[in-house]
């Protein structure tokens, strides 16, 4: 089966095709070669000569093309053979069903305020010609007229603008809590019909106008806070399933079919062509590849991977082909089960009401026990202005000022806070965040970096530590490592630079590159001396070595990160107790705690145990603030109360994260929380 006809499956191609409410299907495509005017034009016209198609989007900058076709006339393999015909390969993009029903909210907040305002306009046109006396308002036929007409406007406003109102007050009610919905549908409700009541009456007082602004200015206030949460959110709902629908298995007879990527079983012998996106855990039959696995490590450069080990899926192939025996498939690769631990952790959060959610319940309850008391009093007294009074208490008194407020308030609070370097996913994290009392940090990269001990650099063969400085410099541009960034930056005031060139990563090993017309090796002294039986330093030293021996040693120690005793000061003053949480040996983490005077420590803790100490914390009434910036940091992101990612880390970190310190500015922090 080649490739296009895999998309025949019903079950695989349910994770890409949206069906839109016209019963039409629309794909959304990530086509690389998208680069040339001519061939988008060429592109264009070759979808569009295919039966059924519709409408054909096409954004050059981001490689994508969107396409919408009725279903009964093309499929999605003819689609896709079409774009293979033009020379744009294209690859289908899983279906994101959480965008899908933020744009549809969305769309229906914004009709619903459409309809609002036109017809508000209306009403108060009317209304207006009342008050201002430009009729004779003694005449009750034409008195009537316009009572009747302002009747007739506010019908949409009251059957289809208000109906959020309506359902979140019956929501309210089903979950047996107060909330701001339900004053405000029974006074929508109360007064549109006492309203009807006088106009069917001829005489009495109507509140057609009053009722028209109250839900339009209500809706105005919804759409704030609504396009507020779709900016905040669209990093926060970052799909990190990066791993590819299709896989090329190897039959027993050696020839290549395509099947499903969930299809993979362990043992099963893959094909990933050059370019293409490693579909499951497996270990590597080729010589070596190099590899791009920004997505797990956040390492930027290139990655090599020799033969027997493991290639991640999610990563990308950049030299190759490759073949690899499937390790795990699916659910059970090592990035599926980093989300889904994450996933499930944020799933377990303690669930607690927000501050002023409690206070608007506090607040509904007492204006309903007022209207009832209201209602009761005038019983007694006059009966005829009992419902009424209770009508003007409930309108009067009505929580508007929460309804438009509340998104005012958190529009400026997402200003305010990204003008500081703060970006936030999750506005909800701004109570809690108010609520922390304590403060979980991982350590390398968050609170420490790594910085280089020039009194102590060990050089062989004569060389003198600034040349080889400036050598290992040379290689360790070429990685985004915390140790290969406290190198760059030791060497940026020497004179002369050198350049690598065929520069090649080794995940947990080093950089190989020629440097100055001989090959060189920095990184552990297994990788620089692969003949070497010298143990590898506790401090995690670095060697630099060529093809005959070591050349020099760097020490490094570390250093905390230069706003963190600002922001750890910070949070002290507000009463947050700090606590260290690291992979790291207990002596480089007692090290570093001890000058940031941080008391309370955990070393060499795997992302369960981060976990489980974050739970330890919960469980004794704290209210956790988690704050990392790697992948093993991901479940307890996603597990405490409130988290800070950093932009600078890694992107399942960032999806799990409420906050995001924008150019790994820690004293945004501070501000956040104050």
């Known amino acids: 089966m080649n490739a296009t006809a895999a998309w025949a499956r019903p079950g695989l191609a349910a994770q890409v095709l949206r069906t839109r409410r016209d019963g039409c299907s629309e794909v959304a495509l ?35 093309v969107r396409v919408v076709w009725d279903a009964r006339h093309t499929s999605l393999p003819r689609l896709l053979d079409a774009f293979a015909h033009a020379r744009c390969e294209a ?11 933020r744009a549809r909210a969305m769309r229906d907040a914004l009709k619903r305020l459409l309809v609002a305002g036109m017809c508000a306009m209306q009403v108060m046109s009317y209304a207006l010609v009342l008050y201002l006396g430009a009729v004779d308002i003694e005449d009750a036929s034409t ?76 809706l105005v206030a ?54 293409a996106t490693v579909p499951a855990d497996g270990l590597l039959e080729n010589a070596w590849v190099q590899v791009d696995e920004a997505l797990l490590s956040g390492e930027s450069r290139p990655v090599r991977r020799q033969r027997g080990e493991r290639l991640i899926a999610g990563s990308v192939l950049l030299t190759g082909p490759a073949e690899l025996t499937v390790e795990h498939g699916g659910d059970a690769t090592a990035l599926a089960k980093l989300d889904a631990l994450g996933r499930r952790a944020r799933e377990a959060r303690c669930v607690t009401t927000p501050p002023a959610d409690r206070a608007i319940a506090r ?40 309804a438009l407020t509340r998104p005012a308030a958190l529009s400026c609070a997402l200003g305010a806070l990204s003008q500081h370097g703060v970006l936030v996913t999750d506005d909800a994290a701004l109570d809690t965040l108010a609520r922390v009392d304590t403060a979980l940090f991982d350590k390398t990269g968050t609170l420490g970096v790594p910085t280089l001990d020039r009194e102590h650099i060990d050089t062989r ?69 692969a003949d070497s039986n010298e ?93 990392g910036d790697g992948s093993n940091d991901a479940p307890i992101l996603a597990g405490a109360d409130v988290s800070a990612g950093l932009s600078s880390g890694t992107a399942l970190a960032q999806a799990h994260a409420d906050l995001l310190l924008l150019d790994g500015h820690l004293d945004g922090l501070a501000t956040a929380h104050t």
């Open 143 to 218: 008195r009537g007229l316009f009572r009747w007409l302002g009747l007739i406007s506010a019908l949409p406003i009251v059957g289809y603008s208000a109906i959020p109102f309506y359902t979140g007050a019956v929501r309210e009610l089903r979950e047996r809590r107060l909330g701001i919905h339900l004053p405000v549908a029974l006074a929508v409700v109360l007064v549109f019909f006492a309203s009807v009541f006088a106009t069917l009456r001829g005489h009495g007082e109507i509140y057609f106008d009053s009722i028209s602004m109250f839900v339009f200015l209500l």
């Open 91 to 101: 690859q289908p993009l899983r279906h994101d069903r959480i965008d899908d029903e």
């Open 535 to 627: 143990p590898d330093a506790a401090d995690g030293a670095l060697w630099l070595a060529d093809d005959q021996s070591a050349l020099a040693i760097f020490h490094f120690d570390e250093q905390p990160r230069a706003d963190a005793p600002r922001m750890l000061e910070t949070l002290h003053a507000e009463g947050i107790r700090s606590v260290i949480a690291s992979g790291d040996t207990a002596g480089r983490v007692s090290a570093l705690a001890t000058q940031l005077g941080i008391d309370t420590w955990h070393a060499r803790q795997s992302p369960a145990d981060k976990l489980v100490r974050l739970h330890h914390l919960q469980q004794d009434g704290r209210i956790v603030l988690a704050v």
């Open 30 to 64: 990530r086509v690389p070669s998208l680069d040339d005017p001519r061939r988008v034009l060429h592109l264009e016209q070759a979808i569009h000569t295919l039966p059924g198609v519709q409408r054909v989007a096409i954004d050059v900058t981001a490689r994508r």
């Open 222 to 275: 919804r759409h704030v806070e609504l396009r507020a949460r779709q900016r905040s959110g669209a990093l926060g709902d970052a799909s990190i399933d990066a791993t590819p629908l299709l896989a090329q298995r190897r039959s027993a007879d050696g020839r290549l079919e395509t099947v499903a990527a969930m299809e993979l079983a362990p043992g099963d012998r893959v094909h990933v062509a050059e370019g």
């Open 461 to 529: 063969r004569d060389l003198t530590p600034a040349e080889a400085l400036s050598l290992a410099a040379a290689l360790a541009r070429e990685s985004t490592h915390p140790l290969a960034h406290a190198l760059t930056n030791a060497a940026s005031d020497e004179a002369a630079l050198l350049h690598a060139h065929q520069a090649q990563v080794s995940a947990g090993g080093g950089i190989e590159a020629i440097v100055d017309g001989r090959r060189l090796r920095l990184g552990r002294v297994g990788f620089a001396l």
């Open 363 to 402: 607040f509904v309850a007492r204006v309903l026990l007022l209207t009832a008391l209201t209602a009761l009093g005038w019983l007694l007294v006059d009966p005829a202005r009992a419902f009424e009074s209770a009508v003007a208490v409930l309108v009067v008194a009505c929580p508007c000022a929460f």
